[in-house]
């Protein structure tokens, strides 16, 4: 096990963990020095972890916590597909979708979750640029999701 992976572990999430792909699409997708990966949801073993609108069902605390489950996700996915953290050169777009009330505008908060997971276990390498969207509903009602473009080195 690499260093990285060491953090996604000590970060409480095993790095073998990957919730089972079952969609009609590529978790990853690898284009030259570019892996672009699919939207992940909040899944612990196959189960949806943090479900509906922020912040009327979901506080922002635990929408934050679904988005570093998300990140955490994504890491798990690349590791399986590509076969390791240290495949990373660096981030470059992370982008955020908050399943939010009309009136919430906090989906900034929410994505810092993901965005300190991602510099916890990957350092400089895991500083990136960032949207945060809001959103009227995505699927099978999750409160978060979050997807990935990254540099292989």
Known sequence: MGEREQRLNDKGYAVDAV?????????????????YLSGASPV????????????SEVSVDEAAKAAELCAANLLRVFA????????????IKVTGFV???PDFTGQH?????????????LGDAGKHARSA???????VG????????????
């Open 109 to 121: 908060v929410v994505m810092n979750g993901a965005s300190q997971l991602f510099i916890d276990v």
């Open 133 to 139: 969207v809001g959103t009227a509903s995505l699927p």
């Open 19 to 35: 919730a089972e792909h079952k969609s009609l699409f590529t978790p990853v997708v690898i284009d030259g020095d570019t892996a």
């Open 142 to 153: 999750a409160a978060v999701e979050v997807e990935l473009i990254l540099k292989l080195s």
């Open 80 to 91: 399986r597909d590509v076969g390791g953290l240290d495949k990373i050169e660096r981030l």
């Open 44 to 55: 612990e073993v196959n189960d949806l972890r943090f479900k509906g609108k922020v912040p």
């Open 99 to 101: 399943n939010s009330d």
